[in-house]
């Protein structure tokens, strides 16, 4: 369970996320959603502890973030972060080990378990052949399956996730969310596609200039009225299935509107 | 809003519960890895331990490895003279190579931690103290400090704070140069790495003929290539030591440096703050390599082949990395300092020089490999 309260960041004298709220229940897949510039990442990485909020509360199972130290609060809470490349030759073994390090000593060696941890988690992500391979050279879907697998050796029972579909083909934007949504964490997602954070999410909070305009379940939050003022696009909703599915238009298409079944 | 029938996708929530972890007897050959390294470290422990007595024993005046040993037991142990040797054999073992090879084990081995770290640091397979300036910021100091210090009333006591001081200066004034926000790229570090060493071998060669030394080129040639002749069994014992305390410290932080070198977001989550660490590991960093420059002066390029071989040998987690590198670098530079001192006898050529005939062209490699978007 994870819950933010009326937190602030700042960086110099600007506030770039102001009061911003989020509840994650147990098991629940929280999208963070809005526009380049809304404070989506920013807010997320508070939630980590990256960033010390000026004001507000963020707690991890109703226990301030601040009164976790750092192993501690990697044990669990595992992070999907956007990384710059590294030269260093790392295999995806090793990538993944590092999932373990929170659970051990800084001198003590990584045992058979951890080994049997991290095999465990390739397998879960379809990647266990891949554990010999150099991290560098996998593709960039390979590259998030591992990465996920690193939080699933990590064995937290948290999820943050900062945009982790970027750079992915559609069919592993699909795979990577579904198997996110299986593994029944308490789960933050920051997304920009918004009907993937429809489809695999079960609430959204939507930022705009770093405040929450919205949140709630996708059908509340994903309204044509709330996307028009936010993100200044036309929106039809659709159901498939179930859930909730939007085809969007610019403003100069729309000189016919009700053009088709939509019904709002 | 409509429904819709397609075929495709699921309903949200319908998924199935979490699978946790199913653990199974595959391990990823746990045992296999573990003994890998041990075999490794054991081997190359093996090979260090031949070849101190072995090159000891190398020279204009040959000296069979058995009798090095032997001179050895007998003066540690006072016991009785066992075999047969003549006192000007004793003095070039207990005086002149012994030192010498030792002190090159020392400076080997903690060249090669040096680069490693830097290389954690910067997330960069170029760097090395060499190629970033670090060595030359403490040959720089050490230089004004032999040169000047005794004149000013400070004495050449302060050689190893002058040449920590001048190491950590330069590393910080590199990684400044070369930093864009949070990032630095390859081109970047190398650059201001090789042009603040540019400045600063200029300005050793500049202190040293301003001075009445009248060794002066001698002088510039240890301090921008590098010898092990000055070496004492002092200096040889005192380096050992800085050598064996950077390489436990580095251990400590092993897995910390394993985060480092992926990145800095990839440490803040596994609870390592990368700013402390990042300092924290540049400090010990120039201490070792102000210690090395303070006995050796500067030599190049091991810093960067020996950490990269050590990867090759049991790969890039710091845990083995550091143990493997420090001993690859000991071998390495005794063998480059028995060539240093016996391929154009009775003449000796600078250890630099060998070290950067053997090392560049790995360089060029790496050049070559580096990614071209970076």
């Known amino acids: ?82 990384e710059t490349p590294t030269d260093l030759p790392v295999t995806v073994a090793d990538m993944v080990l590092l999932g373990r390090a929170p659970h051990r ?148 298409e729309h000189s016919e509107p009700q053009s088709t079944a939509a019904v709002r | 809003m409509t429904q819709l029938d397609p075929a495709l996708g699921e309903p949200r929530g319908a998924t199935p519960p979490a699978a946790p972890l199913v653990f199974t007897g595959d391990d990823l050959e746990h ?57 000007s054999e004793e003095s070039i073992v207990l005086l002149l190579r012994g030192p010498r090879v030792l002190l090159g084990a020392a400076v080997g081995a903690g060249l090669a931690l040096a680069g490693v770290a830097l290389q954690a640091l910067t997330r960069n397979i170029l760097a090395e103290p060499y190629l ?23 004495g050449s006591a302060s050689l190893a704070g002058s040449a920590f001081a001048g190491a950590l200066a330069a590393g910080i004034a590199v990684f400044l140069l070369a930093r864009v926000g949070s990032q630095m790229t390859s081109t970047r570090l190398v650059l201001a790495g090789v042009s603040v060493g540019y400045v600063l071998h200029a300005l050793t060669s500049l202190l040293i003929f301003a001075s009445d030394d009248p060794n002066a080129g ?19 014992l005192l380096t050992w030591a800085v050598v064996l305390g950077t390489l436990v410290l580095l251990l400590l932080w092993s897995r910390p440096l394993d985060a480092l070198a992926i990145g800095d977001s990839t440490a803040q989550t596994l609870g390592i703050s990368p700013a402390k660490l990042r300092a924290a590991v540049m400090v010990v960093t120039a201490l070792c390599v102000g210690a090395l420059v303070a006995a050796s002066g500067g030599i190049g390029f091991v810093g960067l082949i020996i950490p990269h071989i050590a990867r090759l040998c049991v790969g890039s987690t710091h845990r083995k990395l550091l143990p493997v590198a420090a001993l690859l670098g000991a071998i390495f530079l005794v063998w480059a300092d028995v060539l240093a001192r016996t391929s154009m006898a009775p003449q000796e050529l600078p250890l630099g020089i060998v070290t950067a005939l053997l090392g560049a062209p790995l360089l060029f490699v790496l050049v070559r490999k580096l990614n071209p978007t970076q």
């Open chain 2, 218 to 236: 001698r002088s510039v040639l240890f301090w921008t290539l590098g010898s092990l002749g000055q070496a004492t069994v002092q200096s040889a």
């Open chain 2, 31 to 87: 045992g296999k890895r573990t003994r890998h390294t041990w075999l490794w470290i054991a081997g190359l422990l093996g090979a260090l331990l031949i070849t101190l007595p072995v090159a000891v024993g190398l020279g204009p005046v040959a000296i069979e490895a058995g009798t090095v040993i032997q001179i050895l037991r007998q003066h540690l142990t006072g016991g009785q003279m066992i075999g047969a040797w003549t006192d």
């Open chain 2, 132 to 154: 970033l300036g670090v060595t030359s910021g403490a040959s720089t100091l050490s230089a004004a400090s032999i040169l000047f210090g005794s004149a000013a009333g400070i």
């Open chain 1, 1 to 82: 369970m994870i819950t933010a309260t009326d937190v602030s960041v700042g960086y110099g004298g600007k506030l770039v996320v102001k009061s911003v709220g989020l509840h994650a229940g147990q098991g629940e897949v929280v999208g963070l959603i809005g526009p380049n510039g809304s404070g989506k990442s920013t807010f997320l990485r508070t939630l980590y502890a990256a960033l010390r909020p000026r004001a507000g509360l963020v707690t991890l199972d109703a226990q301030p973030l601040e009164e976790l130290r750092g192993t501690e609060l990697a044990r669990r809470v595992a992070v999907v972060a956007q």
């Open chain 1, 105 to 252: 000593k800084a001198l003590a060696a990584f045992t058979r378990e951890d080994h049997q941890a991290v095999a465990a988690a390739l397998s879960r992500v379809g990647a266990r052949d891949l554990a010999d391979r150099r991290y560098a050279t996998l593709s960039g879907g390979e590259k998030q399956r591992v990465l996920v697998a690193r939080t699933l050796a990590q064995q937290a029972d948290h999820l943050l996730l900062d945009e982790p579909t970027n750079h992915l083909d559609i069919r592993y934007q699909h795979e990577l969310l579904r198997m996110v949504g299986q593994l029944g964490v308490t789960t933050v997602v920051v997304l920009h596609d918004l009907n993937l954070a429809a489809r695999y999410c079960t609430k959204l909070v939507m930022l705009e200039n770093g405040q929450a305009v919205a949140s709630g379940t996708p059908e509340e939050v994903l309204t044509p009225e709330l996307l028009l003022r936010v993100y200044g696009i036309h929106v039809e909703p659709f159901s498939v299935r179930g859930a909730l599915q939007l085809v969007f238009s610019m403003a100069d």
